[in-house]
């Protein structure tokens, strides 16, 4: 019986300590999943696809639109959108021919301000890089081509101005790139002939690795990153082609030509909006009366096949949103109207395209779209619906200038409207 109650006692210590080691190890697998996670912000939410990881928010608004909690101007004029971390929020903006990144606290506070390059003097010079914020540190890309890496205090930890060392072309409407940072590396394309892709290193700057030159120009795209199995890959798109690289070296992988899926379209082919990408598959869509290709790729690496191929869905500068199987998006109709429409993801089909003010941009969250429309600054809150559209609720933004370019952007129960020089904060929860 001694020996017994020996026995059980030593099995009760193993099981114990096992217990103790096994909260550990979940313990740190949590911490190191949440850092994963929270850890990098910037364009378009997680995935750069638009669609943010919220709970709990509104399913209508009162008729003059949810509450604002606070607005801020003088940022600059931008068509770039907020950043917003856990106790800061980041905005780009061109003042005197200069881009200017601003931090303001989560209650509205101006932190600090910094010029970090020469901004765009293109038709349209006004901001549009989106900051990318990673470690502590926020990324950002000039209008002429300054790669730049701020601290959280506003002073400027390292710039490089990799247009002109990459010997490449600025496009028509001035450099429009957002960072992508993968790892240890921040991710740009400059195209060109020296380079269609460049990694720097995140903490000093440094090339760290070059994809060789495609002998193709830039775009207006932000990268994607995609995981294919164990690869990392980056996927953008140039002028005329989509490529994917290897994160890890910058080798190009494949590239699919597709200006040749645009035979029928005429006139300029400028490229804004970032891929889809779901299981394998990429969705490129554009403006100016380009056709929408799925694309499906091949796990050995070599070009990817056409699954198909839609003429309606050409979005101008408004992205597109993939929730359950059916992509919302707007047209471009013309340079000054547009459309919404909705489009089968498994066929390609187009289930509507119906007026609503004008085109715009288009984000989601909690079962919800958010369409902001472009021309007199409608934000709606619009409910999934592959048969019709629904909008439920819609307000006016009326302060700041231009045309309302900016993507909406929210965070922790709140939607950060940016026009112009203007951003507005509401209340969603």
Request: aromatic residues 12%; hydrophobic residues 35%.
């Amino acid at each position: 019986m001694i020996f017994l109650n020996c026995d059980l006692k030593f099995k009760i210590t193993v099981m114990r300590k096992f217990e103790r080691t096994l909260l550990l190890i979940l313990a740190i697998i949590t911490i190191l999943a949440g850092i994963s996670y929270s850890q990098s912000y910037g364009w378009r939410g997680p995935g750069r696809g638009g669609n943010y990881n919220e709970t709990g928010l509104l399913k209508s608004w009162p008729s003059a639109g949810p509450s604002l909690m606070w607005e801020a101007t003088g940022t600059g004029t931008g068509y770039s959108s907020a950043t917003v971390t856990g106790d800061a929020v980041y905005i780009t903006g061109r003042k005197s021919g200069k881009d200017v990144l601003t931090s303001f606290s989560q209650e509205g506070e101006k932190n600090w301000e910094v010029p970090y390059g020469n901004a765009s003097e293109s038709n349209f010079p006004d901001s549009r890089c989106t900051p990318t914020y990673s470690n502590g540190k926020i990324f950002v890309i000039s209008g002429k081509g300054d790669m730049v890496c701020v601290g959280k205090d506003g002073k400027i930890i390292w710039s490089v101005n990799y247009y002109p060392k990459y010997n490449s072309k600025e496009p028509q409407f001035g450099i429009s790139e957002s960072p992508l940072v993968v790892d240890n590396y921040v991710i740009a394309a400059p195209g060109g002939d020296k380079a269609a892709m460049v990694a720097f290193n995140v903490g000093n700057g440094g090339m760290a690795w070059e994809t060789p030159s495609i002998n193709d120009g830039t775009q207006y795209v932000n990268p994607l990153l995609i995981e294919n199995g164990t690869q990392k890959i980056i996927v953008t798109l140039t002028e005329r082609n989509i490529i994917a690289v290897n994160s890890v070296n910058g080798k190009l992988l494949w590239k699919f030509n597709y200006e040749a899926q645009n035979a029928e379209a005429t006139g300029d082919r400028n490229h804004v909006n970032t891929p889809i990408y779901r299981d394998g598959f990429i969705l490129a869509a554009n403006g100016y009366g380009q056709v929408a290709v799925k694309i499906k790729i091949n796990p050995e690496g070599s070009e990817p096949a056409v699954v198909w191929k839609n003429t309606d869905l050409n979005p101008h500068v408004g992205g597109m949103v993939l929730l359950d199987n059916f992509i919302y998006s707007s047209t471009h109709d013309t340079n000054s109207k547009g459309r919404w429409i909705c489009v089968d993801w498994i066929t390609g089909k187009t289930m509507w395209i119906t007026d609503w003010h004008n085109k715009g941009s288009v984000i989601s969250a909690d079962g919800m779209l958010y369409f902001y429309e472009e021309k007199s600054g409608y934000l709606g809150l619009v409910k999934p619906n592959s048969q019709k559209l629904e909008v439920v609720s819609n307000f006016r933004i009326t302060k700041g200038p231009g045309p309302y370019w900016a993507h909406p952007v929210i965070d922790n129960g709140r939607l950060f409207v940016r026009h112009g020089d203007y951003l507005a904060v509401y209340s969603i929860k």
